[in-house]
């Protein structure tokens, strides 16, 4: 039979300082039990998770317990009661989850983190004490774990000192002993139980709220709200999402930082590309050049990311006897990745950036005018009209450029139609409070679908022409034997290969999409604004954002 284990809490004393409470609690029971004390020991408990709480999500946290010169990290089982499922000694502080050793820890940890990094989410440091618990033979019948945990001070914050916490520990075989020393310590100190894991404890009192970051758009709009108001909603959110990004793909501590950053930037392109009428035309022109820069300059880091995390399954589409000669195109690539990183940071950390972003928030701080704006004539209007009119517009322009490509359309045309689904996908989203939740959820799903499928043909087209541009380039360089061109080149085969094979199922996946169910739901749902029988479902140069 596992031995039980039951958590106490004791609030710290008003008058006595941590030391001195600890040394009281240890005299008090050692007044009344037969304890041998072992010697105390500093520790520190460090809790770690992603930026966006992926561990806390799926209902696990992971500790980094340091006492005694020894490092462990556990894995523990927030559904119940923070248990231990996993722990494994470590040399180092976590990071990457493919940089931890091979264990129980990082089998666990591996498919719920993902590419994310571990990030310190609340350190706490303090004093361990334990008392065994003895009979009459000298024989350990129970042991009483004591912790005086404290979050130190920073620069923002002072120390926060936590309840003494008691952890009472049954030893097998000595039932009867343990439910003993637990009354007898329930009638000797000011126990309470504790409540909450250490883990959610350690948050509050670093002033952590978990689950506090995520990039998904959860907007709560009112329908009536004036048009102008609401879309500066919506952009000061995609805004939050970006500046909290940009210290993690400045200081490159993973790719996903710089994706979100990305897309942040080209949710703002688009919605002030989409969401026509409601803001001064000439700052909205002038704003969605200077977001075109931001997109610019981070797309040489996020083109290499995106290689760099498709390599091991790059090297699984080759022949085995071709694998290993691709390797010095990762050396190249990861050359070339430290190079496009410190111009990425010195532009995040330029004048250009930093004006930007103090400019932007200034104009989404700034009130709604009362008279309306040049190009801002539906800025009063409400917002659910303007909703449904871009939103039905948007729908057909999708529908008639889809029906219109025939297995003889050139490229530019596919390429075009996902840009315009990107755009349908972005407004709802944008919007999709003021719509039924189950209606617009099943038609973002659908766009994501047909998405997927012209984002594979498009990056598809655009990774073979890039991989082809980098073997002349490491060719003429020197930097590629005969056999890594050779895979290189049976490598650009393969992914136009997959290229057509995304292209012959495009037919079914738009028709699957383009049925009268789903074009009934749009109907219902956005067609009062539809165009007029006279207005053209789409204006020439409306297109591109």
């Known amino acids: ?35 041998a004390a072992e010697p105390g020991t500093e520790i520190r408990r460090c809790f770690y998770d992603s930026f966006e709480w992926s561990l806390y999500l799926a209902g696990a946290a992971l ?8 490092r462990e990290l556990l894995w523990q089982d927030l559904a119940n009661d923070a248990a231990v499922l996993a722990r494994e000694a470590v040399a180092a ?20 983190l993902g ?75 000011a126990l309470e139980p504790a409540r909450a894991p250490l883990f959610l404890s350690a948050l509050a009192a670093a002033g952590r709220r978990p689950g506090g970051y995520s990039s998904k758009l959860d907007y709560h709009l009112d329908p009536a709200q004036r048009a102008d108001a609401a879309t500066r909603t919506i952009l000061r959110g995609l805004l939050d999402t970006l500046e909290a990004n940009i210290d993690g793909t400045r200081r490159n501590l993973d790719p996903e930082f710089l994706h979100d950053l990305r897309v942040a930037t080209r949710r703002t392109r688009s919605a002030l590309g989409q969401i026509k009428g ?44 071709l694998r290993d000669d691709l390797e010095p195109l990762k050396d190249w690539l990861l050359a070339r990745y430290a ?28 009130p709604s005018p009362n008279v309306a704006d040049v190009g801002a004539k539906d800025a009063a209007t409400p917002i659910k009209t303007v909703a449904d009119k871009r939103v039905w517009r948007m729908f057909k322009r999708v529908r008639q450029e889809g029906r219109a490509i025939t297995d003889a359309s050139p490229p530019a045309e596919l390429h075009e139609l996902r840009k315009s689904c990107k755009k349908l996908r972005y407004l709802m989203e944008f919007f999709q409070s003021l719509y039924p939740d189950d209606d617009v959820k099943g038609l973002i799903k659908q766009a994501k679908v ?47 290969d997959q290229q057509q094979q995304a292209r012959r199922d495009f037919a079914r996946i738009f028709a699957g999409f383009d049925t009268d169910e789903n074009a009934a739901v749009f109907e219902r749902l956005f067609a009062r604004g539809r165009a007029r029988p006279d207005e053209p479902e789409s204006k020439p140069g409306e297109a591109g954002t």
């Not at 500790?63 to 020894?70: L, N």
């Not at 502080?93 to 719920?112: I, M, N, Q, S, T």
């Not at 926060?160 to 007898?184: K, N, S």
Request: some cysteine; charged content about 25%; glycine content about 6%.
């Open 1 to 35: 039979m596992t031995p039980i284990a039951k958590d106490y809490v004791l609030t710290p004393s008003q008058d006595d300082g941590a030391a001195q409470q600890m040394d009281a609690v240890v005299a008090a029971i050692g007044g009344d039990l037969r304890c």
């Open 63 to 70: 500790e980094e317990v340091t006492a005694d010169g020894r």
């Open 93 to 112: 502080e976590p990071g990457l989850a493919d940089e931890l050793p091979p264990g129980p820890v990082r089998e666990r940890l591996a498919p719920v």
């Open 115 to 189: 590419v994310r990094r571990l990030l310190p989410m609340a350190v706490l440091v303090g004093t361990r004490r334990v008392l065994r618990v003895l009979n009459e033979d000298d024989k350990t019948v129970a042991r009483i774990l004591l912790e005086q945990l404290r979050v130190p001070a920073d620069e923002a914050h002072g120390e926060v000192l936590l309840p003494l916490r008691l952890e009472l520990t049954g030893v097998r075989g000595y039932p009867r002993e343990l439910e003993d020393a637990d009354l007898r310590l329930k009638a000797l100190l």
């Open 278 to 321: 409601v803001l001064p035309q000439a700052s909205v022109d002038a704003f969605k050049a200077h977001f075109a820069w931001l997109q610019q300059v981070t797309s040489p880091v996020r083109d290499l990311d995106v290689y760099l995390l498709a390599f091991p399954a790059l090297k699984a589409d080759l022949p085995v006897l």
């Open 339 to 366: 190079a496009e990183q410190r111009i990425l940071a010195d532009a995040l950390a330029g004048e250009r950036f930093v004006a930007l972003l103090k400019d932007w928030r200034a104009f989404l701080d700034a």
């Open 450 to 496: 047909l998405l997927d499928n012209l984002g594979g043909f498009q990056d598809l087209s655009v990774q073979a022409t890039h991989l082809r541009e980098t073997a002349a380039a490491m060719q003429a360089e020197g930097a590629a034997s005969l056999g890594t061109l050779l895979s290189m080149g049976a490598l650009i085969g393969h992914m136009l």
